[in-house]
């Protein structure tokens, strides 16, 4: 086992991970964490390389975030939103009019697509959050979420701004019982 290559990877891994899972992990835990799995399983990563390599040790450390996420939510009462479930809620119910009139329960059918929160609860947070986004960030969530338009590069790019902007925005209203504006 190249323990150099290894750390180089769990180094790139993490800093995905944390791009994601920001709110409530640091970058060093999560390579920390990589690395001490790693170690403990006693896998022979010999045969990956490259992006092979860091997508393994991604789902490692995705673990790892996901508990921590748990974690947090226990011990504060409070939910933290990640990247993934703000593009879920965009993509599978945010601008559908069904889920909209949906009524808080646990047991919607998007349930487990945003962890332990209701689909109606999501969907009046994001409302809120949205108010605050800068125009330029929402106006690339519509034409992406929205209307369903191919985004150039550019819009990608902007694209993926604007999701963390909100998501930041939602976890400061969570975090801090207040909501502050995020330009971008």
Known sequence: ??????IKAADIAARNLHR???AYTEHDDI???????????????????????ITILIKMGDRYCKAERRRYAYHAAE????????????KLAYYNEES??????????????????????????????????????RGV??????LGDELTQA??????????????????TNINGKVETIDG
Do not use: C
């Open 1 to 6: 086992m190249d323990w150099d290559q290894l």
């Open 20 to 22: 994601v899972h920001r």
């Open 31 to 53: 390579k920390q964490e990589i690395l001490l799995r790693v170690a403990a399983e006693e896998q022979d990563f010999s045969n990956y390389s490259g992006n092979g390599l």
């Open 79 to 90: 939910f933290l939103y990640s990247t993934d479930d703000v593009r879920k809620i965009l």
């Open 100 to 137: 909209r009139n949906t009524i808080p329960a646990r047991e919607d059918h998007h349930h487990d697509d945003i962890d332990n929160k209701s689909i109606a609860a999501a969907i009046w947070d994001i409302d809120e959050a949205m108010e605050r986004l800068h125009d330029g960030h």
């Open 141 to 146: 969530i519509e034409k992406r979420y929205l």
């Open 155 to 172: 819009d990608r790019m902007k694209l993926s701004r604007a999701v963390q902007n909100l998501t930041d925005i939602l976890n400061a």
